[in-house]
């Protein structure tokens, strides 16, 4: 079951931004400041509690990713299995194949202001790949093949906004956009040094070796 709760109590409990609400991240005060530790009656006491095990940290650090994405358990784990099997580095095969997916592309090219956002526009068939409306966020999308809001769609609000605010900064170097158009590709598969998140993906490879 996907969580549908509030955003802020997976920043909370994982003790740092995540930046699941876009750029309402970036413009309100994140609770994550104003109470560093995790939600619940017990977690206060739980931030005193002695040093996190080893099985703790790769846990943790396997739901933090999971959450940055917005992916079920079952999700990540048949991701996992899937990339375990191919030539390279495990957990840098894992982080690019989660970059890959269609709603995570939808938000990189600075169509929607976050993944969650990402999910609905695909969902609700205002995305386009290859000229064909595809509306399943999971979709993993290739080098070379195009992603496109569908021109019915190109003046929604959320959608405009959130372009306005992409074009301030800089998209990766493994994706093409082209504002105009509302449109993009990705150029290559993303490597480990161009995917921006904080993570130590080794800890969740050896929290499914066990």
């Not at 206060?44 to 739901?63: G, I, P, V």
């Not at 989660?98 to 995305?127: P, T």
């Not at 190109?154 to 493994?174: I, K, L, T, Y």
């Given at each position: 079951?996907?969580?549908t709760?509030?955003?802020c109590?997976?920043?909370?409990?994982?003790?740092?931004?995540l930046?699941?609400?876009?750029?309402?991240?970036?413009?309100?005060?994140?609770?994550?400041?104003?109470r560093?530790?995790?939600?619940g009656?017990?977690?206060?006491a739980?931030?005193?509690?002695?040093?996190?095990?080893e099985?703790?940290k790769q846990?943790?650090?396997?739901?933090?990713?999971?959450?940055?994405?917005?992916?079920?358990?079952?999700?990540?784990?048949n991701?996992?299995e899937?990339?375990?099997?191919?030539?390279?580095i495990?957990?840098?095969?894992?982080?690019?194949?989660?970059?890959s997916?269609?709603?995570?592309?939808?938000?990189?090219?600075?169509?929607?202001s976050?993944?969650?956002?990402?999910?609905?526009?695909?969902?609700?068939?205002?995305?386009?790949?290859?000229?064909?409306?595809v509306?399943?966020?999971?979709?993993v999308?290739?080098?070379?093949q195009?992603i496109?809001?569908?021109?019915?769609?190109?003046?929604?609000?959320?959608?405009v906004?959130?372009?306005?605010?992409?074009?301030?900064?800089?998209?990766?170097?493994?994706l093409?956009?082209?504002?105009?158009?509302?449109?993009?590709?990705?150029?290559?598969?993303?490597?480990?040094?161009?995917?921006?998140?904080?993570?130590?993906?080794?800890?969740?490879?050896?929290?499914?070796?066990k």
């Amino acid at each position: 079951m996907r969580y549908t709760g509030s955003s802020c109590r997976q920043c909370r409990r994982e003790g740092t931004k995540l930046f699941l609400k876009g750029t309402k991240c970036f413009t309100e005060k994140c609770p994550v400041e104003r109470r560093p530790y995790a939600p619940g009656q017990h977690g206060q006491a739980t931030a005193r509690r002695r040093k996190a095990s080893e099985y703790a940290k790769q846990l943790r650090e396997k739901q933090k990713i999971k959450r940055i994405y917005g992916v079920s358990e079952k999700q990540f784990r048949n991701t996992f299995e899937h990339v375990s099997t191919l030539p390279g580095i495990t957990g840098h095969n894992l982080l690019a194949a989660l970059e890959s997916r269609l709603d995570n592309m939808v938000y990189r090219l600075g169509f929607a202001s976050s993944r969650k956002a990402a999910r609905q526009l695909v969902r609700h068939r205002h995305i386009e790949v290859n000229g064909r409306t595809v509306d399943i966020p999971s979709f993993v999308v290739l080098p070379g093949q195009e992603i496109r809001v569908h021109t019915g769609s190109r003046e929604n609000v959320f959608v405009v906004q959130s372009m306005e605010h992409a074009s301030r900064g800089a998209s990766p170097s493994w994706l093409a956009v082209d504002r105009g158009t509302f449109s993009g590709r990705m150029l290559e598969r993303p490597t480990r040094p161009n995917i921006p998140i904080a993570a130590q993906e080794q800890l969740v490879v050896e929290l499914y070796s066990k």
